[in-house]
C-alpha cells in the first residue's frame, strides 16, 4: 500500500490530538502526580535514615572526644554505668559492651570502653520506626487519595461525555424527525402547485400527509413533555373515564394509517369498567405507542390492540408482528433519549424519547408501561396499566 | 426514455418524487430499502441513468448501497437525499462516489435541475465514451 502524503498524516495526528488529547492531557497528569508523590515519599524515607545514622555518629564523636579527655586528663579509672554528663553514653567494661563500643579507653583502662545507652538505641530505633511508619503511611494515603481522585475525575469525565454524545445524538434524530415530514409536506404542496389532481388521486396523497403532520404534532407533544417532565414532572390531571370508548375512539381516528385488515381490536372487559388516568396522558401513550407498531411491525404490519382488566388494573396492550427484541433489552429502550442499538433500529425514523416518556406519564397515574417479546423477529407486545376507578 | 431508480422509505417523499420525476418524462423505479435495489441494478445492468438514494432507510443505509453499487462496478450517477446538512456527512458521501448530495427539506424544482443536470452530463459523457 502506498504511503499516505505528509499533509493527510499530520492532519489525521491533528485530529487524533484533538479526539483524545483532554485524556492524553489528564493521563499525563495523574501519571506525574503520581510519581512527584513517590519521589517525595522516597526523599522523606532517605532523610529519616540520615538522620538516624547522623545522630549515630554524633554519639561516636562525643564518645570519642569523652574517651580522650579521660585518657589524657588522667586520675582515677572511671565509674562503669551511665555518664552523668551524657544521656546518650556509658562506662562498661569490654565483656559488657558487645558490638555496641563507641571508643576504648587504652591505654590506661584497657578493660573499658565506652558504649551507647541501651534505652537510647531503643530510643533512636523507636523514632526511626515512627518516621518511616509516618512517611510509608502519608504517602501511601497521598497515592491512594491520587488514584480515587483519578478515577473519581475519569468517571465524572466519561459520564459527561457520553450525556453530551447522547444529547448530540438526540438533537441530530429531532433535526432528521423535523425536516423528514416537513420534506414530505413541502414537496408535496409544491407538486398541487404545479400539476392538477383528480380527488382519487389526492386522497391517498392527503392521507400520506396528514401522517406526516401526526408524526410532527406527536415530536412537538413529546418534546414538551419530555422538557417538562425533566422540570419535575407535568402536573396531571387524572379524572375518571372509560377506557373502552377511549381506546375505540382512539383507533378510528388512526384508521387512515393502515388498512382495517391489519389493525385487530378485542375487548375482555365492558364499557362500563372505568379508570382513572389524565386522557390526555394515555393519548400520548397511545399515540407513541401506536407509531412504534407502525414503525417496527414490518413491511405489513399486523397490529392488534386489546383491552383487559385484572385485579383492580386495566390493561391495554398493543401487540405488533414485526422485528421484536431480545429479552434483555425490555427495559433499555425506555430510557431517556436511549433507542435500541443502531443496528436494531437503522434507519427507522424516532428520537427514542417516546417510550421513556409514555412509561413515566403511566407512573405518576399509578400505572406502568411495559414490553415483551419472545425474541428477534417475533413481535412485541406493550402493555399500559392503568388503575380502575373506586 | 431515461430511467431513474429511487430509495426512499418515506412513503410521501417517494411519492411526490415519482409523480414529479414521471411528469419531465422520466422513468421511476422506487424502492422503500436498499438490498432490494442492488438486486434489482444487478439483474439489470444499465438500465438505470440515475441513483437516488436516500441516506437513513431500514436495514442497509444509502451510504452503504452506494459502497456497494461502487464495488460491483456500477458507475452510474448517484444523487444521496438525506436530512443530515452536516458537512462531514456530505464530504463523506461525495468522497465515496456521490456525484451530488441534495439536503432536505428541498424545493423540488431544485431537485429536478439537479437530476437533469446530471442525466445531461452522463449523456455527454456516455456520448464521448
Given at each position: 500500500m502506498a504511503a499516505l502524503p505528509r499533509r493527510i498524516r499530520v492532519n489525521s495526528f491533528w485530529r487524533w490530538l484533538k479526539r483524545h488529547g483532554n485524556t492524553l492531557l489528564f493521563t499525563i497528569s495523574v501519571v506525574t502526580l503520581a510519581v512527584l508523590v513517590s519521589w517525595w515519599a522516597l526523599f522523606l524515607y532517605r532523610t529519616i535514615k540520615q538522620e538516624r545514622v547522623m545522630r549515630y555518629e554524633s554519639m561516636r564523636i562525643s564518645a570519642s572526644a569523652l574517651a580522650y579527655a579521660l585518657v589524657h586528663t588522667g586520675g582515677s579509672a572511671p565509674l562503669l554505668g551511665p555518664v552523668a554528663t551524657d544521656e546518650r553514653l556509658a562506662i562498661a567494661t569490654r565483656a559488657q559492651a558487645g558490638p555496641h563500643t563507641l571508643a576504648g579507653l587504652a591505654p590506661l583502662w584497657p578493660d573499658l570502653c565506652i558504649v551507647a545507652r541501651p534505652e537510647y538505641l531503643q530510643q533512636l530505633k523507636e523514632d526511626y520506626e515512627a518516621k518511616k511508619a509516618m512517611v510509608l503511611g502519608e504517602s501511601g494515603f497521598m497515592l491512594i487519595a491520587v488514584v480515587i481522585s483519578a478515577f473519581m475525575l475519569h468517571r465524572v469525565t466519561w459520564l459527561e461525555r457520553r450525556s453530551y454524545r447522547e444529547m448530540r445524538q438526540f438533537w441530530s434524530r429531532v433535526t432528521h424527525e423535523l425536516k423528514t415530514p416537513i420534506t414530505g409536506i413541502k414537496a408535496?404542496?409544491?407538486?398541487?402547485?404545479?400539476?392538477?389532481?383528480?380527488?382519487?388521486?389526492?386522497?391517498?396523497?392527503?392521507?400520506?400527509?396528514?401522517?406526516?403532520?401526526?408524526?410532527?404534532?406527536?415530536?412537538?407533544?413529546?418534546?414538551?413533555?419530555?422538557?417538562?417532565?425533566?422540570?419535575?414532572?407535568?402536573?396531571?390531571?387524572?379524572?375518571?373515564?372509560?377506557?373502552?370508548?377511549?381506546?375505540?375512539?382512539?383507533?378510528?381516528?388512526?384508521?387512515?394509517?393502515?388498512?382495517?385488515?391489519?389493525?385487530?381490536?378485542?375487548?375482555?372487559?365492558?364499557?362500563?369498567?372505568?379508570?382513572?388516568?389524565?386522557?390526555?396522558?394515555?393519548?400520548?401513550?397511545?399515540?407513541?405507542?401506536?407509531?412504534?407498531?407502525?414503525?417496527?411491525?414490518?413491511?405489513?404490519?399486523?397490529?392488534?390492540?386489546?383491552?383487559?382488566?385484572?385485579?383492580?388494573?386495566?390493561?391495554?396492550?398493543?401487540?405488533d408482528s414485526g422485528m421484536g427484541f431480545t429479552p434483555g433489552q425490555g427495559e433499555e429502550m425506555f430510557e431517556a433519549y436511549q433507542r435500541l442499538s443502531e443496528h436494531h433500529t437503522s434507519g427507522r425514523h424516532g428520537t427514542g424519547m417516546g417510550l421513556y416518556i409514555s412509561r413515566q406519564l403511566a407512573r405518576r397515574m399509578g400505572g406502568n408501561l411495559t414490553a415483551s417479546s419472545t425474541g428477534p423477529g417475533q413481535g412485541a407486545t406493550f402493555t399500559l396499566t392503568l388503575r380502575v376507578a373506586e | 426514455m431515461h430511467r431513474v431508480v429511487l430509495v426512499e422509505d418515506e412513503a410521501l417523499i417517494s411519492t411526490m418524487i415519482r409523480l414529479n420525476l414521471e411528469q419531465e418524462g422520466l422513468a421511476v423505479e422506487s424502492f422503500c430499502e436498499a438490498e432490494s435495489m442492488l438486486t434489482w441494478a444487478e439483474a439489470q445492468p444499465g438500465a438505470a441513468q440515475l441513483f437516488l438514494l436516500d441516506i437513513m432507510l431500514p436495514g442497509m443505509s444509502g451510504v452503504d448501497a452506494l459502497v456497494e453499487l461502487r464495488r460491483r462496478g456500477i458507475g452510474t450517477p448517484v444523487m444521496m437525499l438525506t436530512a443530515r446538512a452536516e458537512v462531514e456527512s456530505k464530504v463523506e458521501a461525495l468522497d465515496l462516489g456521490a456525484d451530488d448530495y441534495l439536503p432536505k427539506p428541498f424545493n423540488v424544482r431544485e431537485l429536478l435541475a439537479r437530476v437533469n443536470a446530471l442525466l445531461r452530463r452522463a449523456g455527454a459523457e456516455g456520448a464521448k465514451e
Open positions: 408535496f404542496l409544491q407538486t398541487l402547485q404545479s400539476r392538477e389532481f383528480s380527488r382519487a388521486e389526492l386522497m391517498p396523497l392527503l392521507g400520506l400527509a396528514l401522517r406526516e403532520v401526526e408524526r410532527q404534532e406527536m415530536l412537538a407533544e413529546n418534546l414538551l413533555v419530555g422538557q417538562r417532565l425533566e422540570r419535575g414532572g407535568p402536573g396531571l390531571t387524572t379524572r375518571v373515564f372509560a377506557p373502552g370508548p377511549f381506546l375505540r375512539e382512539f383507533l378510528e381516528g388512526h384508521r387512515i394509517f393502515l388498512p382495517d385488515s391489519n389493525i385487530g381490536y378485542s375487548a375482555e372487559c365492558p364499557d362500563s369498567l372505568q379508570v382513572r388516568a389524565d386522557p390526555d396522558a394515555v393519548r400520548v401513550i397511545l399515540e407513541n405507542l401506536a407509531d412504534n407498531a407502525l414503525k417496527y411491525g414490518g413491511a405489513d404490519p399486523q397490529i392488534r390492540w386489546a383491552l383487559r382488566s385484572t385485579g383492580g388494573k386495566v390493561e391495554i396492550s398493543v401487540t | -
